[in-house]
């Protein structure tokens, strides 16, 4: 069974640029998961979505950050413009159901570099 | 809301002795607890999960943990390091209410030889 995927796997832009990231979860998993590492962090939501809707994006900064699943596949993770404190690994997670029990498949991230 | 703490950013093991790594919970509601280890440049892996169904969690790897309600614990082990077991480790937790996982912080285990 193929993993999640995630590409590019690296990315070095300047601040105020735009980037955007790709993630294609497990085959058959309904839901998606966007997650921000900070270095010397833990993981932190930024958006979940159930199929293609939108379940929690509460974290998400909206007014520069969009994410979308439009086929309820594979999902986009734009940043527009990049701050310099968006210097981070973003994580795509996967798993077949929102269940609390259900364990979450983690992609093996995009790590960027906004100078 | 509900979090983690894990005490100790680094912790630094002989081979062969025990792994020790904590975690403590702050919930309102029966958790479900999970560890996830994270290995240079890669994603996140399960290493276990508490789901109400046993105390004791064993997981992969040799790895074990104990959830402990009166001291809301749950705290990772292994008998026995091993060189492969370097890597950064995350205990998160869930609510019931939404699935989201709510990280700890992080540790980092070096093993020495």
């Known amino acids: 069974e193929a993993g999640v995927a995630q590409s590019p796997r690296y990315k070095i832009i300047e601040k105020r640029q735009s980037v955007a990231f790709w993630c294609n979860p497990i085959s058959g998993h309904a839901t998606l998961y966007w997650y921000q590492q900070i270095l010397g962090q833990g993981p932190k939501l930024l958006i979940q979505f159930q199929n293609n809707g939108v379940v929690d994006d509460s974290q998400l900064p909206k007014d520069r950050f969009s994410a979308e699943r439009l086929k309820g596949v594979d999902s986009t993770l734009k940043i527009q413009p990049a701050k310099l404190e968006d210097s981070a690994v973003y994580l795509c997670?996967?798993?077949?159901?929102?269940?609390?029990?259900?364990?979450?498949?983690f992609g093996p991230g995009t790590r960027l570099l906004v100078l | 809301a509900q979090s983690v703490t894990q005490l100790g950013s680094h912790v630094s093991v002989s081979e062969g002795a025990l792994v020790l790594l904590r975690c403590n919970y702050s919930s309102s509601v029966p958790p479900y607890l999970f560890w996830y280890v994270q290995y240079p440049n890669q994603g996140l892996q399960l290493l276990l999960k508490y789901t109400s169904a046993a105390t004791l969690v064993k997981g992969i790897n040799g790895f074990e943990a104990e959830f402990k309600k009166s001291e809301t614990s749950f705290h990772l082990t292994k008998p026995s390091a091993h060189m492969r077991d370097a890597a950064e480790y995350f205990c998160a937790v869930k609510d019931q209410a939404g699935t989201a996982l709510i990280f700890g912080k992080g540790t980092t285990l070096s093993v020495s030889s």
């Open positions: 997670a996967s798993s077949s159901y929102p269940g609390t029990q259900e364990t979450q498949y």
